[in-house]
């Protein structure tokens, strides 16, 4: 076998004005796998002798770091399909030795290198951290990108494969394309490191050996990966997510529309290739050049009716005609999405929301729902057509005109892509953080307004002002680098686009001189490329978008993701009402394993009986009636009714049973009718009426000016406190439950006030279980039973009478409470 081919040597590197194939093959061949091989061994040395695994979630999870995995994998298997065509099998010529080094060569040094990859991602030498790949990985891809360019150096050679005389030329040039791509991408992406964990990362890292995780979340606010991964990390796990969303499966009418809607983007498509040719062939028909000058009215007619359909881009007839079929299917998104969000928060657990910001889940839910509603429009509709276009206009340049005009508007195309994406990508922590300080803005707004008495109370208006002004300031900071990052982006595909319409428009002059091409052949690519170009300027908007609402449905998405405490079990039955028994047995509980709240708590209501909870401020008696009514789950014990254990039912039977009036009665900021009917949702007027007779409470609605449409305000700010205990007491009478419970319902009452609702109290409890929580014990002296608790147990338990004799906690808490009166009296 010869090593390199007749009459040429290894020695002459340049042959026929261009570099020889023997040496160039053999020169980068051997230069680029003994450096990485060498140097990359002594690098592999020192991260196996010094180094530390990393803690594999500090890891970026980032497509780019595939891609650069996906072109080392790639490049050595072009390397022996290469040298396998070039047999006489194929091509009909011999192979020579340098081929069969150049590819061996290639085959070892490219799964090394991924090797060292490997290594880099998963290990950190003890120094500090660089910010990105090591020198030897570098030096190797650029190597690897600068040996591509120097083909060019043979563009004169006229045996080298640029001519493409033969379908091994034509086959050649294609492995050089993608070779020279690989080679692009790995030296582009080698710069940006996107595998690397960064400086921040390694710190989070050595963290996470001294605290727990979670301690480290909730102290910096985000997840590791959150400043380093991609918007659109976990595509497909998102899009998995929005697929029922998006679909409308419950309609087949929509269904349709989707349908055509795609059946019109398709044709779109078709038409954007016959606009530009429509117009060649006018500028043919009246160029002097083509011989007699004719009147192509036909072409005329052809090509403004195309025009019609699809030339004016979103303002054609067929972009119109798809927005006005989309927007049921839009509106079908929107709803089904807020409906599983309002279902979900819903069923979130009581802890969820005692923690929550009402402000920032509000703008959270608006975020998402528009970014939802609007992605798939972004993306088929704008994107997908997008790559379409370019897709069919590298295939028609190449076939039609000749594969050097395909070629430019490929690069033009692939490197403006590329510097959308990178630099899109860049800015992507400059959105998230104008959405976390957006998020913070309004919390403060919502936050301060909500507690207004307060605010005023303690005069504190100028403080709350500048509060305000200091979350808008931090807001305004991160938004102005977002614009500014914009502008920088908008300036990069500016510079891409007219260097590819620059290359292109001179080619193609150069042949319209040279006679290969006519006019109108250059009128077609002109307004082709200027077609292409048109969405293509609006692409980086739309990727923009789209990544937005990637950003913008993270929280929603850790909304939706977040599960609920309390769920019904799989086997879980609707609860059976008998004689009305509740009982405590055993029960323990706590909110944190730091302190225990309920510490073996055991009793029983009859059926019928009144049992009153009393005890200082946090000895667990509001705890008792949320358990109750499981908001939480007990740690051991049961909590039985009618000798079903509650963990055993379904929440909503449980809930509907249970009647509570409680101490904070909070209203819906609309009329006394709706808050009251929303004990039983479908009563008539007649029977909130009754309800509202019943709790002593209808003639004074009808002395309101409205009567029952008064709307009471937001939280019910407009009615007093007694007022608002009878709205709940009528509420609670309408619902009719079989257990009753009062949590402090008149504890914030006056005197006077009390008794006069006492007396509406009694109705709701009459001949039912019930269970009081009461500070006034003046309240609970007709209880069957009374448990006096303290620090979690109950310390006392008996009639009122049975426990005053006693002379204990009780006796001692009723005599506190008869001397603030006795000396009212005397007063």
């Known amino acids: 076998m010869l ?22 093959d053999t020169v980068s061949s051997v230069f680029i796998s003994s450096f990485i091989l060498i140097f990359g061994g002594v690098q592999i040395r020192m991260y196996f002798k010094y180094s530390s695994d990393l803690d594999p979630r500090v890891f970026p999870k980032s497509v780019l770091y595939k891609l650069q995995i996906m072109c080392h994998c790639l490049l050595p298997l072009l390397a022996f399909t290469r040298l396998i065509l070039q047999s ?57 990108f600068v040996t591509e360019n120097l083909t060019f150096l043979n563009l004169q050679n006229e045996r080298w494969w640029f ?35 960064k400086v921040e990362d390694f710190m989070i890292h050595y963290q996470l050996h001294v605290q727990d995780e979670t301690a480290v979340l909730v102290e910096s606010g985000t997840q590791p990966s959150e400043r380093t991964q991609s918007a659109f990390s976990e595509f497909g796990r998102k899009c998995k997510r929005l697929i029922p969303f998006l679909w409308p499966k419950k309609s087949i009418t929509l269904q349709l529309r989707v349908l055509f809607c795609f059946f019109i983007l398709v044709l779109g498509r078709v038409i954007n290739v016959f606009v530009p040719q429509y117009n060649k062939y006018i500028v ?6 083509s011989g007699e000058l004719k009147f192509r009215w036909d072409y005329i007619l052809v090509y403004a009716g195309f025009w019609f359909l699809q030339g004016q881009g979103n303002n054609s007839f067929l972009s119109n005609i798809r927005t006005y079929l989309w927007i049921k299917v839009q509106q079908y998104t929107v709803k089904e999405v807020e409906m599983d969000m309002y279902s979900h928060l819903h069923g979130l657990s009581l802890k969820w929301h005692l923690n929550r910001k009402i402000g920032e889940v509000l703008r959270v839910m608006d975020r998402g729902t528009s970014s939802i509603s609007s992605l798939l429009s972004y993306v088929v509709f704008n994107i997908v057509p997008t790559f379409a276009d370019i897709f069919i206009a590298v295939m028609y340049f190449g076939l039609v005109f000749n594969v050097w005009f395909g070629l430019i508007v490929l690069v033009a195309m692939t490197l403006y892509l590329i510097a959308t994406v990178l630099l899109t990508e860049w ?19 919502v936050d301060s307004l909500l507690n207004f008495e307060t605010v005023k109370y303690y005069n504190a208006e100028q403080f709350e002002l500048e509060n305000y002004k200091t979350a808008i300031d931090n807001y305004q900071v991160a938004e102005w680098k977002g614009q500014a990052s914009l502008n920088l982006l908008n300036t990069a595909q500016n510079i891409t686009i007219t260097l590819g319409v620059l290359c292109g428009t001179l080619l193609c002059a150069h042949y319209v001189v040279e006679r290969k091409l006519t006019a109108g052949d250059y009128v077609l690519f002109s307004t082709y490329i200027v077609q292409l170009y048109t969405p293509l300027n609006f692409f980086g908007t739309y990727y923009r978008m789209v990544q937005t609402a990637f950003v913008d449905m993270e929280n929603m998405f850790t909304l939706l993701n977040t599960e609920p405490e309390i769920v019904d079990r799989p086997d879980a039955r609707p609860l059976k009402v008998g004689d009305g028994c509740i009982e405590f047995k055993n029960v323990n509980f706590s909110y944190n394993p730091e302190r225990q709240i309920l510490k073996d708590i055991s009793f029983v209501i009859p059926p019928g009986k009144t049992v009153a909870l009393v ?16 908001f939480y789950d007990i740690h051991s014990g049961e909590i039985l009714i009618d000798g079903q254990n509650i963990a055993k039912v379904t929440q909503k039977s449980l809930r509907q049973c249970i009647g509570v009036v409680p101490q904070d009665t909070v209203l819906f900021n609309n009329s006394i009718k709706y808050n009251i009917g929303y004990g039983r949702p479908g009563a008539s007027f007649e029977e909130i009426q009754e309800a509202a007779r019943a709790a002593d409470m209808h003639e004074q609605i009808l002395g309101f000016p409205d009567g029952y449409e008064t709307v009471v305000g937001e939280r019910g700010l407009k009615l007093s406190g007694g007022e608002k205990q009878r709205v709940a007491i009528a509420r609670t009478i309408l619902k009719s439950p079989s257990f009753v419970v009062l949590d402090e319902a008149t504890s914030s009452l006056d005197t006077q006030t009390e008794r006069n609702i006492q007396n509406s109290l009694n109705v709701v409890c009459a001949n039912r279980t019930t269970l009081i929580i009461a500070h006034r014990l003046s309240t609970i002296v007709h209880a069957d039973e009374i448990l006096v608790l303290k620090e979690g147990e109950i310390v006392e338990r008996g009639r009122h009478t049975e426990l005053l004799k006693e002379n204990g906690m009780y006796a001692a808490m009723w005599q506190q409470q008869l001397e603030p009166e006795k000396e009212k009296k005397e007063e």
Request: net charge positive.
């Open 3 to 24: 090593y390199c081919p007749p009459n040429v040597t290894f020695l002459s590197p340049w042959v026929n004005h261009g570099l020889s194939h023997c040496f160039a």
């Open 615 to 630: 005890g200082p401020t946090g000895s667990g008696k509001s705890t008792i009636t949320r358990l109750l009514f499981r």
């Open 284 to 289: 043919d028909s009246l160029s002097i050049n």
């Open 427 to 445: 800015r992507t922590k400059f959105r998230r953080d104008a959405n976390r300080l957006d998020n913070e803005v309004e919390a403060r707004c």
């Open 88 to 144: 006489e099998v194929f091509y009909d010529e011999i192979v020579y030795g340098y081929m069969v080094l150049s590819a061996c060569l290639y085959s070892a040094s490219f799964p090394f290198a991924l090797y060292l990859l490997h290594i880099e991602r998963h290990k950190a030498l003890p120094s500090i951290p660089t910010r990105g790949h090591g020198l030897v990985l570098l030096i190797f891809w650029t190597s690897l």
């Open 163 to 197: 001519h493409l005389n033969s379908l091994s030329d034509k086959i050649e040039f294609g492995f050089f394309i993608i070779r020279y791509i690989c080679g692009f991408l790995l030296f582009t992406l080698g710069l940006k490191a996107p595998g690397i964990p």
